[in-house]
């Protein structure tokens, strides 16, 4: 089986501006759940998807989003871009709830 | 809500010595418990996981981790490190029923030869 594919591995933008990253799940998960992580805060839980419904969601501003389509592929948005906000975003998969996620490699965001 | 603390930041071990990561997590409920690695550039890997059952888990490349409740600890152990070990290693939780990970603050493995 295909692992977790996110697209594109690197972004570079700069500040005020929009950011649509992708990302499509093993074969078969359900869930997808989006990661940020940063030198300084590590890694945080932003949100998860499950049959294209947000159920969960982290400690982030509004700018961030996110969204499932009905072949379990997912997409996070960040607008209004901050340097803060330039950090590996990390895309993860599960079968079901008590399965572990499984992650891709990535998208690194950086802002300028 | 959980938290994870790892207690070392950094660890240096020489080659084929035995290496202990030390991982302690504090929850109101059940628990899940994960370590991943990441290699640089990469996302993270899996290595093992404690869902329910036996409190020692084995993993894949020799890891294994025990699960101690009475402590609230899932320390990871291998009995003889190699070059290729090198990595960020990271202790993860979440509640049982959830998939939301709760992650520690990372552990860097330095294999020297």
């Known amino acids: 089986k295909a692992g977790v594919t996110q697209t594109p591995r690197y972004l570079i933008k700069t500040r005020g501006q929009q950011v649509t990253l992708s990302c499509s799940p093993i074969?078969?998960?359900?869930?997808v759940s989006w990661y940020q992580q940063t030198p300084g805060q590590g890694l945080q839980f932003l949100f998860e998807?499950?049959?294209?419904?947000?159920?969960n969601k982290g400690n982030f501003p509004g700018r961030f989003s996110g969204r499932q389509f009905s072949n379990s592929r997912s997409e996070m948005n960040v607008s209004t871009l901050e340097l803060g906000d330039s950090a590996l975003y990390l895309c993860?998969?599960?079968?079901?709830?008590?399965?572990?996620?499984?992650f891709g490699d990535g998208t690194r965001l950086s802002i300028l | 809500a959980q938290s994870v603390t790892q207690l070392d930041s950094q660890v240096p071990v020489f080659e084929e010595a035995p290496v202990e990561l030390r991982c302690n997590y504090s929850?109101?409920?059940?628990?899940?418990l994960f370590w991943y690695v990441q290699y640089p550039n990469q996302g993270l890997q899996l290595l093992l996981k404690?869902?329910?059952?036996?409190?020692l888990v084995k993993g894949i490349n020799g890891f294994e981790a025990e699960f101690n409740k009475s402590q609230t600890s899932f320390h990871l152990r291998k009995p003889s490190v190699h070059i290729s070990d090198t990595a960020e290693y990271f202790c993860?939780?979440?509640?049982?029923?959830?998939?939301?990970?709760?992650f520690g603050s990372g552990t860097r493995l330095q294999v020297q030869p």
């Open positions: 404690y869902l329910s059952g036996s409190t």
């Open positions: 929850s109101s409920v059940s628990v899940y």
């Open positions: 074969s078969g998960h359900r869930s």
């Open positions: 993860a939780v979440s509640g049982t029923g959830r998939r939301a990970l709760t």
């Open positions: 998807y499950f049959s294209e419904t947000q159920r």
């Open positions: 993860a998969s599960s079968e079901g709830r008590d399965q572990p996620q499984h």
